[in-house]
C-alpha cells in the first residue's frame, strides 16, 4: 500500500524507493545533486522545470499523483509500451496554426493516428503526438512548416506560464501560443512571438485540449 506522502520531494524519494533507482543517478538524471535536493528546506517544492524532466525522463510516473499526492504513483497498467507495430511519434492530421485558428476544425481528436515517426532526437522525452505548423505568428522561434513534439496536457491546473502550447479551442480551433497567467480569473492570455499579432484574453471553458510543444523538426 502506497503511503500517504505530504510533498512532492518525499514523493520523488519513494519513487526512486519503490523502483529501487539510485539517487545518485536519479538526480544525475535531472541535473541537480541529491546534496543539493536533500539541503533544501524540507517542505520546499522543486521548479516546474524540474518536474518536467522528472515527468519527462520517467514517464511512469502519474503527474497528478506527483503535484498533488492524488491517485496511484504510476500511471494506469493500460498505457502500455506500443507494440512494434506502433513504435513511434504518431503525427496527426491536423495542423497547429500559428494564427488566429480555424473556425472550420471542431472536436479535434488527439487521439486520431495519421502516420507515425522515429525520432531518435525525442528519445527519453515523453511526447504523444506530433503536428505542422502554420502560419507565422510564432515566428521566428517557430515557422510554417515546422513539425511540434507536443505533450498533452490532463489537467490546466500543470500549465507552465510563459511556454508555448497547442490548444484546440471551441470557438478559434486549433491555435499556437506562449500562454501567460491573466488577471481575469478562469482566463489565459494567448501571447504570439511575432510583434504584429495581438495578444488576446481566452476562457479557460474555451479549451478542448491543450499540449505543451517539448521539441521541433525544422527543414531548411
Not at 491536423?94 to 507515425?116: K, L, N, P, Q
Request: with cysteine; charged share 25%.
Amino acid at each position: 500500500m502506497e503511503r500517504n506522502l505530504s510533498n512532492i520531494k518525499e514523493r520523488i524519494l519513494h519513487y526512486t524507493d519503490f523502483k529501487k533507482i539510485s539517487k545518485t543517478k536519479f538526480f544525475e538524471n535531472i541535473g541537480i545533486t541529491y546534496g543539493n535536493f536533500k539541503g533544501k528546506q524540507k517542505y520546499t517544492t522543486l521548479n516546474s522545470d524540474v518536474l518536467d524532466i522528472i515527468l519527462a525522463k520517467y514517464s511512469d510516473i502519474n503527474p497528478e499523483w506527483l503535484l498533488t499526492g492524488k491517485g496511484s504513483m504510476l500511471k494506469e497498467t493500460t498505457e502500455t509500451k506500443a507494440e512494434p507495430s506502433e513504435k513511434g511519434v504518431p503525427l496527426l492530421p491536423y495542423e497547429a496554426f500559428a494564427g488566429m485558428g480555424d473556425t472550420s476544425v471542431h472536436g479535434v481528436d488527439f487521439r486520431t493516428i495519421e502516420e507515425r515517426y522515429v525520432v531518435p532526437l525525442f528519445d527519453g522525452i515523453q511526447i504523444d503526438f506530433m503536428l505542422s505548423v502554420r502560419g507565422s505568428s510564432m515566428y521566428p522561434k517557430y515557422n510554417s512548416g515546422d513539425v511540434v513534439a507536443c505533450r498533452l496536457v490532463t489537467d490546466l491546473l500543470f500549465i507552465q506560464w510563459n511556454k508555448v502550447y497547442v490548444i484546440d479551442t471551441k470557438s478559434q480551433g486549433i491555435v499556437m501560443k506562449r500562454l501567460k497567467k491573466s488577471e481575469a480569473q478562469d482566463h489565459v492570455i494567448c501571447k504570439s512571438d511575432n510583434a504584429s499579432y495581438d495578444p488576446f484574453e481566452l476562457p479557460k471553458s474555451e479549451i478542448r485540449n491543450i499540449a505543451l510543444v517539448v521539441g521541433v523538426i525544422r527543414l531548411e
